[in-house]
């Protein structure tokens, strides 16, 4: 499948809503229904663990199971309406200069650095401890981490289904925009691995846009 990359025509000064998410932080925001959603990747290379959960519903969330069903595709791009488990779609990607977004390597943690890399690495911070702290503050909890997608980061799979998690293929000013079919609560944790390349071993801000 040839990666289809579509420019928006948005533009950042007529945002409703522009911040910052510092490397290693985590983000929980409304994107209302028609609401559009862009992250851009400020520096390049900075994978974004993000989960989509119904503000109406939180015990409908984002399923990466019908998601790749659905569209016969492991990779999110151009097109995409992201699912739910209830199988609505959430969200539809609009509009991006990256592509090949994944969707099946989820988030790291402290017991996958364990397994991945090294016993001395359980201890370094991770995704799922970026995702809780802001889903607490929600009145949420692990219960609602489910599956996520990794936006800008690259993890080719071959024939035989094997995963690799590879080199980063975005660059700085690069970004996905997506178009809320429900009320959702974006959840982003800006992940701050620094032991594979999926951040090139330097995890960098990334910018949260939204327009109505």
Same mark, same amino acid.
């Given at each position: 499948?040839?990666?289809?990359?579509?420019?928006?025509?948005?533009?950042?000064?007529?945002?409703?809503?522009?911040?910052?998410?510092?490397?290693?932080?985590?983000?929980?925001?409304?994107?209302?229904?028609?609401?559009?959603?862009?992250?851009?990747?400020?520096?390049?290379?900075?994978?974004?663990?993000?989960?989509?959960?119904?503000?109406?519903?939180?015990?409908?969330?984002?399923?990466?199971?019908?998601?790749?069903?659905?569209?016969?595709?492991?990779?999110? @791009?151009?097109?995409?309406?992201?699912?739910? !488990?209830?199988? /609505?779609?959430?969200?539809? #990607?609009?509009? *991006?200069?990256? $592509?090949?977004?994944?969707?099946?390597?989820?988030?790291?943690?402290?017991?996958?650095?364990?397994?991945?890399?090294?016993?001395?690495?359980?201890?370094?911070?991770?995704?799922?401890?970026?995702?809780?702290?802001?889903?607490?503050?929600? @009145?949420?909890?692990?219960?609602?981490?489910? !599956?996520?997608? /990794?936006?800008?980061?690259? #993890?080719?799979? *071959?024939?035989? $289904?094997?995963?690799?998690?590879?080199?980063?293929?975005?660059?700085?000013?690069?970004?996905?925009e997506m178009k809320a079919e429900m009320d959702v609560y974006a959840v982003v944790s800006n992940c701050p691995q620094l032991n594979n390349p999926c951040n090139a071993y330097n995890p960098t801000p990334v910018r949260m846009i939204i327009w109505d």
């Amino acid at each position: 499948m040839v990666t289809e990359f579509l420019e928006s025509k948005l533009d950042e000064k007529n945002a409703v809503y522009v911040e910052d998410v510092p490397a290693g932080e985590g983000w929980l925001h409304l994107i209302k229904k028609g609401q559009t959603f862009r992250i851009l990747d400020l520096e390049g290379n900075q994978a974004v663990d993000t989960l989509f959960i119904n503000a109406n519903n939180p015990e409908e969330r984002y399923s990466v199971q019908q998601t790749v069903q659905r569209q016969a595709n492991c990779l999110v @791009g151009v097109g995409t309406k992201l699912y739910s !488990n209830d199988d /609505n779609p959430m969200l539809t #990607v609009v509009a *991006d200069t990256c $592509g090949d977004h994944d969707t099946l390597g989820s988030a790291c943690s402290c017991e996958s650095n364990t397994c991945r890399y090294d016993l001395t690495k359980r201890y370094m911070h991770a995704c799922r401890e970026s995702f809780l702290k802001v889903l607490l503050a929600k @009145g949420l909890d692990k219960r609602d981490q489910v !599956n996520n997608l /990794n936006f800008f980061m690259y #993890v080719p799979f *071959d024939e035989k $289904g094997n995963l690799n998690f590879a080199d980063g293929i975005s660059s700085p000013g690069k970004y996905v925009e997506m178009k809320a079919e429900m009320d959702v609560y974006a959840v982003v944790s800006n992940c701050p691995q620094l032991n594979n390349p999926c951040n090139a071993y330097n995890p960098t801000p990334v910018r949260m846009i939204i327009w109505d």
